[in-house]
Protein backbone atom coordinates (compact mmCIF):
# COMPACT_ATOMS: atom_id res chain seq x y z
CA UNK A 1 0.00 0.00 0.00
CA UNK A 2 2.71 2.74 0.46
CA UNK A 3 4.00 2.07 -2.72
CA UNK A 4 0.54 2.61 -3.90
CA UNK A 5 0.83 5.89 -2.07
CA UNK A 6 3.70 6.88 -3.55
CA UNK A 7 2.57 6.20 -6.77
CA UNK A 8 -0.59 8.50 -6.12
CA UNK A 9 1.40 11.83 -5.41
CA UNK A 10 2.34 12.02 -9.63
CA UNK A 11 -1.21 12.19 -10.22
CA UNK A 12 -2.17 14.61 -13.15
CA UNK A 13 -5.00 17.29 -12.23
CA UNK A 14 -6.96 17.52 -15.36
CA UNK A 15 -6.36 20.70 -17.15
CA UNK A 16 -10.38 21.69 -15.81
CA UNK A 17 -11.56 23.93 -12.78
CA UNK A 18 -15.13 22.81 -12.68
CA UNK A 19 -14.02 19.81 -10.04
CA UNK A 20 -11.29 18.86 -8.41
CA UNK A 21 -9.80 15.66 -9.83
CA UNK A 22 -8.36 13.12 -6.87
CA UNK A 23 -5.37 11.68 -6.75
CA UNK A 24 -5.21 7.87 -6.83
CA UNK A 25 -2.52 5.18 -7.36
CA UNK A 26 -2.81 1.94 -8.59
CA UNK A 27 -0.23 -1.16 -8.08
CA UNK A 28 -0.32 -4.03 -9.72
CA UNK A 29 1.03 -7.33 -8.83
CA UNK A 30 0.71 -10.06 -11.77
CA UNK A 31 0.49 -13.72 -11.13
CA UNK A 32 4.47 -13.97 -12.58
CA UNK A 33 5.58 -11.86 -10.24
CA UNK A 34 5.90 -8.96 -11.85
CA UNK A 35 4.56 -5.42 -10.55
CA UNK A 36 3.49 -2.25 -12.43
CA UNK A 37 1.92 1.62 -11.31
CA UNK A 38 0.04 3.75 -12.79
CA UNK A 39 -1.54 6.82 -11.50
CA UNK A 40 -4.43 8.88 -12.28
CA UNK A 41 -3.83 11.17 -15.68
CA UNK A 42 -0.25 9.38 -16.23
CA UNK A 43 -0.56 8.79 -19.66
CA UNK A 44 -3.52 11.19 -20.68
CA UNK A 45 -5.66 13.40 -18.40
CA UNK A 46 -8.49 11.91 -17.09
CA UNK A 47 -7.53 8.39 -16.77
CA UNK A 48 -8.08 6.63 -13.93
CA UNK A 49 -5.55 5.06 -12.77
CA UNK A 50 -7.15 1.28 -12.52
CA UNK A 51 -8.23 2.32 -16.41
CA UNK A 52 -4.45 2.91 -17.26
CA UNK A 53 -3.17 -0.19 -15.87
CA UNK A 54 -5.93 -2.56 -16.93
CA UNK A 55 -6.61 -1.10 -20.46
CA UNK A 56 -3.42 0.91 -21.52
CA UNK A 57 -0.77 -1.09 -20.07
CA UNK A 58 -2.27 -4.43 -20.06
CA UNK A 59 -4.91 -5.11 -22.14
CA UNK A 60 -3.90 -8.04 -24.08
CA UNK A 61 -2.79 -9.95 -20.95
CA UNK A 62 -4.30 -12.52 -19.12
CA UNK A 63 -4.69 -11.25 -14.89
CA UNK A 64 -6.06 -14.35 -13.48
CA UNK A 65 -4.73 -14.24 -10.03
CA UNK A 66 -3.31 -10.84 -10.28
CA UNK A 67 -3.71 -8.05 -7.34
CA UNK A 68 -4.51 -4.80 -7.30
CA UNK A 69 -4.29 -2.24 -5.08
CA UNK A 70 -5.70 1.16 -5.10
CA UNK A 71 -5.54 4.20 -2.60
CA UNK A 72 -9.35 5.01 -3.39
CA UNK A 73 -11.96 2.81 -4.66
CA UNK A 74 -12.75 2.27 -7.96
CA UNK A 75 -15.68 4.28 -10.26
CA UNK A 76 -19.13 2.16 -9.25
CA UNK A 77 -21.14 0.92 -12.17
CA UNK A 78 -22.90 3.85 -13.64
CA UNK A 79 -20.81 6.45 -12.86
CA UNK A 80 -19.70 6.64 -15.99
CA UNK A 81 -21.57 7.97 -19.41
CA UNK A 82 -22.11 5.17 -21.87
CA UNK A 83 -20.09 3.27 -23.38
CA UNK A 84 -17.57 3.80 -20.69
CA UNK A 85 -17.12 0.97 -18.46
CA UNK A 86 -16.52 1.79 -14.80
CA UNK A 87 -13.70 0.66 -13.24
CA UNK A 88 -15.52 -1.42 -10.39
CA UNK A 89 -16.79 -3.55 -13.65
CA UNK A 90 -13.44 -3.16 -15.37
CA UNK A 91 -11.73 -5.41 -11.79
CA UNK A 92 -14.46 -7.99 -12.18
CA UNK A 93 -14.06 -8.70 -15.73
CA UNK A 94 -10.88 -9.13 -15.66
CA UNK A 95 -10.63 -12.00 -12.87
CA UNK A 96 -8.05 -10.10 -10.39
CA UNK A 97 -7.85 -9.46 -6.81
CA UNK A 98 -8.69 -6.16 -5.21
CA UNK A 99 -7.31 -4.69 -2.42
CA UNK A 100 -8.36 -1.08 -1.31
CA UNK A 101 -6.08 1.13 1.59
CA UNK A 102 -6.70 1.71 4.90
CA UNK A 103 -6.37 5.82 5.09
CA UNK A 104 -8.41 5.82 8.02
CA UNK A 105 -5.40 3.49 10.03
CA UNK A 106 -2.44 5.77 7.92
CA UNK A 107 -4.15 8.32 9.71
CA UNK A 108 -4.12 7.92 12.89
CA UNK A 109 -0.17 6.15 12.17
CA UNK A 110 1.15 9.49 10.99
CA UNK A 111 -1.15 12.28 12.10
CA UNK A 112 -3.16 11.78 15.57
CA UNK A 113 0.33 11.79 17.56
CA UNK A 114 1.42 15.12 15.63
CA UNK A 115 -2.04 16.46 16.77
CA UNK A 116 -2.67 17.35 12.88
CA UNK A 117 -6.09 18.03 11.95
CA UNK A 118 -8.02 14.99 10.11
CA UNK A 119 -8.74 18.11 6.93
CA UNK A 120 -5.00 18.36 6.69
CA UNK A 121 -4.01 14.95 6.19
CA UNK A 122 -6.55 14.92 3.22
CA UNK A 123 -5.24 18.43 2.21
CA UNK A 124 -1.75 16.91 2.16
CA UNK A 125 -2.83 13.25 0.33
CA UNK A 126 -5.94 13.91 -1.65
CA UNK A 127 -5.74 17.81 -2.73
CA UNK A 128 -5.48 17.70 -6.55
CA UNK A 129 -4.23 21.63 -6.23
Same mark, same amino acid.
Not at 5 to 22: F, L
Not at 36 to 50: F, K
Not at 72 to 98: F, M, Q, T, W
Given at each position: ?16 ? $?????? *????? *??? $???? $? ?19 ? @? ?53 ? $???? @? ?13
Amino acid at each position: MEMAIEVMKNSIHEPRY $DKASPK *VGAIL *VIS $DGSV $DTASRGELRHGDHAEFTLLER @KHRNKDLTGSMLFSTLEPCAPGSRNHPKLSCAERVGSSRLRYRRGNVPSLYRKRY $DNGK @KSRRAYLADNYSSA
